[in-house]
């Protein structure tokens, strides 16, 4: 596969605010509560973004669902006080504690830092993470650069690239060689902005499955494809989407993604990955990859490679996601392509995994499905 210069038009991953314009936003946010309530003598209110896909658009020349106007308002009143007062703890906390302190906090931590909050304390971690997310929202900022780093695993990266890290407490640069971590390979961290990259390969390859990852570092496919191997491990985390999109920017690399042939391998990892979602609208213009496409498993592959004993029935969750994909979907109602595979899947009633190669042998995917696929450079949009 030809290595290919960013398409005209197609953005650049805008750089993120850094930790004081986060926390002189927040001041200002105080203020304007304080006036409010001392100086115009009314009852204070925030505004949040309505996160959901009835309020985003795909434009693909942004190339990311971008969040429309319909916002939510929380005012000051008896049945709102102890969410108001949740809220500006939230804030207070976040701008002493982690801002102003250079420190970090896990979203779990939050939970259990609240519980000395009085009368405004969490019950249940359900209730700060929705808020964190509403804050985060409201201020514009993504969390990571608030101070939260995320719980979930970033994903792994190995392959002809060096990634230059740096020592936390000197910055002094540190060089990780992904080529040359023996069976291993290296995980992407939950900050990702102040990475620099050095590389030679073609293309990025993106893998929903674990095993078969493996299976592909086993056999150091990215030597004869001269790719980088990044394993997702399901839904892609937003630090792994952020090292990608940073990865495939500064190195002007194609992204190809493989995923399990099912609505869930399409309506979530890989339009996740390519487009954001509408629960993170308000960021998906930091997390998206516009460049990626879809390399497989296809609906048409299941036919091509005679893989009709190797399927499995749509569930009714499949079938359901499928549908609502089909009808509310703003980036799969853009794509002819993407309505065609979901109702081809429809109509055979069957979804297939990564692994259903292993038919034809344990080494058929590596050996003839992705030569075959790159050769032919036809990739779902």
């Known amino acids: 596969m030809k290595k290919k210069q960013k398409a005209v038009g197609q953005p650049a991953a805008p750089c993120l605010v850094t930790r004081q314009d986060a926390s002189v936003k927040i001041a200002e946010l105080a203020r304007g509560i304080y006036r409010d309530v001392m100086e115009r003598r009314r009852f204070p209110h925030m505004r949040f973004p309505v996160r959901s896909l009835s309020n985003v658009k795909y434009d693909p020349r942004k190339g990311h669902f971008e969040i429309m106007n319909k916002v939510a308002t929380r005012t000051l009143s008896y049945n709102t006080v102890k969410t108001f007062a949740q809220s500006l703890r939230l804030l207070a906390t976040t701008k002493t504690d982690l801002l102003d302190k250079h420190d970090i906090a896990g979203k779990r931590e939050i939970y259990y830092n609240s519980k000395s909050w009085g009368a405004c304390r969490f019950d249940q971690q359900p209730e700060s993470d929705t808020l964190l997310d509403d804050m985060e929202a409201m201020l514009g900022i993504n969390r990571e650069q608030l101070g939260y780093i995320p719980e979930e695993h970033g994903g792994e990266v190995t392959g002809p690239l060096v990634v230059i890290d740096r020592h936390p407490a000197t910055g002094k640069p540190i060089r990780i060689d992904c080529e040359q971590l023996g069976t291993g390979a290296w995980s992407i961290p939950s900050q990702v902005e102040h990475l620099r990259f050095e590389s030679k390969a073609k293309f990025i390859l993106a893998i929903e499955t674990a095993s078969l990852f493996q299976r592909l570092v086993h056999h150091r496919f990215y030597e004869t494809a001269r790719c980088i191997l990044i394993s997702m491990s399901g839904v892609p985390s937003r630090a792994c989407r952020r090292f990608i999109r940073r990865l495939a920017d500064d190195r002007h690399l194609p992204v190809l993604v493989f995923t399990d042939g099912d ?84 109509e055979m009633g069957v979804r297939v995994e990564q692994q259903a190669f292993a038919k034809h042998g344990l080494n058929f995917v590596l050996e003839e499905y992705l030569p075959e696929k790159l050769k032919k450079n036809k990739f779902l949009p």
């Open 263 to 346: 609505p869930y391998g399409y309506c979530n990892i890989y339009r996740t990955l390519k487009v954001g979602s509408g629960q993170a609208a308000h960021i998906n213009q930091f997390f998206c990859v516009p460049q990626a496409h879809y390399l497989g498993v296809t609906p048409q592959d299941i036919k091509d490679y005679r893989l009709e004993d190797a399927t499995h029935p749509l569930e009714a969750t499949d079938i359901k996601r499928a549908r609502d994909a089909l009808k509310n979907d703003p980036f799969i109602r853009h794509h002819r392509e993407w309505q065609a595979a979901l109702k081809l899947m429809l």
